[in-house]
């Protein structure tokens, strides 16, 4: 993983859109600072243990 494929992540994840925009830092200076947040959650999304944008979004829940 690289700081090019963080950055794809921070412009399409709303989650991760939100954090850096409110972070008011530059996308780099988020992205160094911030690199174990993001692999976890390209982790999470990649490996289907959560849903895209579940920082935004939240968990939905299970209606069993």
Known sequence: MNDS???EWV???EGL???WRSS???K???IRGNRV???SVIE???ESKKPAHYLAYGQPENRS
Request: hydrophobic share 35%; glycine share 0%.
């Open 5 to 7: 494929n963080r950055a």
């Open 11 to 13: 412009d399409n994840d």
């Open 17 to 19: 859109y939100n954090l």
């Open 24 to 26: 008011r830092q530059s």
């Open 28 to 30: 780099n200076v988020f």
């Open 37 to 39: 947040l993001i692999d």
């Open 44 to 46: 999470n999304v990649s």
